[in-house]
């Protein structure tokens, strides 16, 4: 992976534990802001109900996956819950080249590996107002049985064990209000000198503040 020198979009990594209600204020984020590229995962766990392969993830085997990572063909993977999830190398590339604001919404473990790779990756992370609003979300979601959404309640707790090693933090309690700061912190993230010095280069040129 080059470095970002000259890559003038952003990377936002976006970590939450499940019931955070993470997708939603995704989902919001783009429709707000066509500039933002999504990328879609690859993953072996099965589809949930009205999942689209493609549109929610790229659904793999995990024969598929396991060929497909040791070829080297994901920019960070992570096993979470059970499942395997990776994000596509070459998909990333290309929007990096394009200079294109992308977002990755993955765990912990895939948002440490990116950082070491792109250390101006921007690492929000989105809790829950409490606990209890938490697991109310999870089992409310009833996509789920018993025994997943058990694992997904430790595994969120072990998720929010993380939440020191991000940059940004938003409560989504009232949703307008995570969504509002959201766009705020992609707004500051754009505005960082690196970035700005990298899209203007010609101005930076002009006025000798070239970055090195
Ligand atoms: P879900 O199965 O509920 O869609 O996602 C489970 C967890 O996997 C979430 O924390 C989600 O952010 C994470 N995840 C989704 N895609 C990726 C990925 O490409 N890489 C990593 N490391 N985690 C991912």
Not at 65 to 74: E, P, S
Not at 132 to 160: C, G, Y
């Amino acid at each position: 992976m080059a470095t970002n020198h000259f890559y003038t979009g952003s990377m936002l990594m976006i970590v939450a534990p499940s019931g955070a209600g993470k997708s939603s204020l995704v989902n919001a984020l783009l429709e707000k802001d066509p500039s933002l590229q999504l990328s879609i995962s690859c993953t072996t766990r099965a589809p949930r109900p009205g999942e689209v392969n493609g549109r929610e993830y790229h659904f793999l085997t995990e024969a598929e996956f396991k060929a497909r990572r040791d070829a080297g063909d994901f920019l960070e993977w992570a096993e979470v819950h059970g499942n395997f999830y990776g994000t596509s190398r070459s998909w990333i590339e290309g929007q990096m080249q394009a200079g294109k604001d992308v977002i990755l919404e993955i765990d912990w473990q895939g948002a440490r590996q990116i950082q070491k790779l792109v250390p101006s990756a921007t690492w929000i992370f989105i809790l829950p107002p409490s606990l209890e609003t938490l697991e109310d979300r999870l089992k409310k979601r009833a996509q789920d049985d018993e025994a997943t959404i058990q694992k997904r309640i430790a595994a969120a707790k072990e998720e929010l064990a993380h939440v020191r090693e991000a940059h940004y933090l938003v409560i989504n309690d009232l949703f307008e209000a995570a969504l509002f700061e959201l766009r705020q912190i992609i707004s500051a993230t754009r505005l960082r000198a690196d970035c700005q010095l990298a899209r203007h280069q010609d101005l930076a040129q002009q006025l000798g503040v070239l970055s090195n």
